[in-house]
């Protein structure tokens, strides 16, 4: 089975620009998280999703950033304008159950970075 | 809400020893999991074990056992005969099972096996 998959890899843009990551999570799995990843902050969870909802948004740092999962098989994040502050690695997730023994799945990463 | 503390930034061992990744947790939830991840260079996710607050045994999976102490709210886990592969970063996380709970991070343990 194909793991999580996130395009692109590496993105690299500047100021001003819109940005959009995008995540295709595990077949079958009803759950998707959006985290950054950064030196300062270590792993901060953005936003999650359940059967295509969002259901906490509470980490999105601001109206810049949007996430939207149109249907069980892609999601997308955007940054729009995008800042210097914003370069990190973001990473999508997925899972089985919210709850128990069944862990997130990371894709490999997009590493931002606004020049 | 939920918190996860590891306190050594930085670990050395050498190849074929067995190494102990420490992490402490704090939560008033009565039922939650504990989680172990991998990080290596090239920047992936990788899931490594899991342990249930309910869980009578420690959770063994192949070289990675965890070394958990209820009562102390502790999580550590031992890696068993070092290979040079297991030089990466290390987190630990734990998620409540009730309602929505989400995968919180601690800021992660670096680990560097010599030969």
């Known amino acids: 089975d194909a793991g999580v998959i996130q395009s692109p890899r590496h993105e690299v843009t500047e100021m001003g620009q819109e940005v959009t990551l995008r995540c295709k999570p595990i077949?079958?799995?009803?759950?998707l998280f959006w985290y950054r990843q950064t030196m300062m902050r270590g792993l901060e969870l953005l936003i999650y999703?359940?059967?295509?909802?969002?259901?906490?948004d509470s980490g999105m740092p601001e109206d810049r950033f949007s996430a939207k999962m149109p249907n069980a098989s892609f999601s997308t994040l955007k940054i729009q304008p995008s800042e210097p502050r914003d370069s990190a690695v973001y990473f999508c997730a997925s899972s089985l159950s919210p709850g128990g023994n069944s862990p997130l799945h990371f894709g490999n990463g997009t590493r931002l970075t606004v020049t | 809400a939920q918190k996860i503390t590891q306190t050594q930034p930085g670990m050395f061992v050498q190849e074929k020893e067995a190494v102990t990744l420490d992490c402490t947790y704090d939560t008033s939830d009565p039922s939650y999991g504990l989680f172990w991840y991998k990080q290596p260079s090239s920047g992936e996710m990788i899931f490594l074990i899991y342990?249930?607050?309910?869980?009578?045994q420690n959770a063994t999976e192949g070289r990675y056992s965890l070394n958990f102490q209820k009562a102390r709210k502790s999580a550590n886990l031992v890696i068993s005969a070092s290979q040079l592969g297991d030089s990466a970063m290390y987190f630990c996380?734990?998620?409540?099972?009730?309602?929505?709970?989400?995968?919180?991070f601690g800021k992660g343990t670096m680990l560097l096996v010599s030969p």
């Open positions: 077949s079958g799995h009803d759950y």
């Open positions: 342990q249930g607050s309910y869980d009578q």
């Open positions: 999703f359940n059967n295509n909802v969002p259901i906490d």
């Open positions: 996380a734990m998620r409540a099972n009730s309602g929505y709970s989400t995968l919180t």
